[in-house]
């Protein structure tokens, strides 16, 4: 089983910066794809990025593509979203999750995650 904890949420103004963590627990971080998703208020759950076991593969969801960057450090049994340039739009919890369900284009729908962070909320002020 893993454990997922997210920090590094917050307030920002538009065309700010935030980095957000996801900390994992046990010894099989490596073996899973890790993904973002967030969630707006009164909306679904959508995908951000996510990222393969070795970090060779990666995935964006047009949205957010040239703006945000996910990356891991398994060492640290840690992912991360680097994410710049952000508008008001961006304004939601942001989720982190894994799955062991095979990477193939990354475009991983919600259901397909096995385990899920309990959220971080970041805020884009215009």
């Known amino acids: 089983q893993v454990q997922l904890v997210e920090s590094g949420g917050g307030l920002v103004q538009a065309g700010g910066s935030l980095r957000l963590s996801c900390a994992a627990s046990?010894?099989?971080?490596?073996?899973?794809?890790m993904g973002w998703f967030r969630q707006a208020p009164g909306k679904e759950r959508e995908i951000v990025a996510t990222?393969?076991?070795?970090?060779?593969?990666?995935y964006y969801a047009d949205s957010v593509k040239g703006r945000f960057t996910i990356s891991r450090d398994n060492a640290k049994n840690t992912a991360y979203l680097q994410m710049n340039s952000l508008k008001p739009e961006d304004t939601a919890v942001y989720y982190c999750?894994?799955?062991?369900?095979?990477?193939?284009?990354?475009?991983?729908?919600?259901?397909?995650?096995?385990?899920w962070g309990k959220g971080t909320l970041v805020t884009v002020s215009s």
């Open positions: 999750a894994a799955t062991r369900t095979t990477y193939l284009s990354g475009t991983y729908s919600p259901r397909n995650m096995d385990y």
């Open positions: 990222i393969s076991w070795s970090g060779g593969s990666t």
């Open positions: 046990g010894r099989t971080f490596s073996t899973y794809h």
